[in-house]
């Protein structure tokens, strides 16, 4: 019998493997990914109302009427008197929300006056506690 002498060549099995396994490293990530999804909060940019649903009872008493008027340069008037800071707003919009009955507040904002002062103008009555309120003469906004 005639033994030959295997010689054993080097072949790729028998190297180190020099690359990374990156499916468990992709699950990891995939798992830290959905974690983040579901705890983040989810984040709103507006200003929640509570509307009022149905139709109210009729009343025989007129409430009194404040106006807020936003002109399309921006500027909020009270009744027809400017009022430059938001400050002095919502501290007449405290004032009469103190008082026994509130009075309704007609927001009318001109058709070129910038969102976000008419947003922040709801967004303190909002916070002040102006209940009655309502956006007056928007068919302007009408097309």
Avoid: C
Wanted: proline share 8%; no cysteine.
């Amino acid at each position: 019998m005639n033994h030959r002498k295997k010689r054993r060549s080097a072949t790729p099995m028998d190297e180190p493997v020099a690359d990374i396994n990156t499916t468990p490293l992709i699950d990891v990530m995939l798992v830290l990914l959905i974690m983040l999804i579901i705890t983040i909060p989810v984040q709103l940019h507006s200003v929640n109302l509570n509307m009022p649903t149905g139709n109210p009872p009729p009343s025989d008493v007129k409430p009194e009427v404040l106006r807020i008027d936003i002109d399309a340069g921006g500027h909020v008037l009270w009744n027809g008197e400017i009022v430059a800071q938001r400050e002095d707003l919502e501290r007449r919009m405290s004032e009469q929300v103190a008082r026994p009955v509130q009075p309704e507040v007609h927001l009318r904002p001109d058709r070129k006056a910038r969102y976000d002062i008419v947003a922040g103008v709801l967004a303190s009555a909002q916070r002040t506690g102006l209940t009655k309120i309502g956006v007056v003469g928007s068919e302007q906004f009408a097309q």
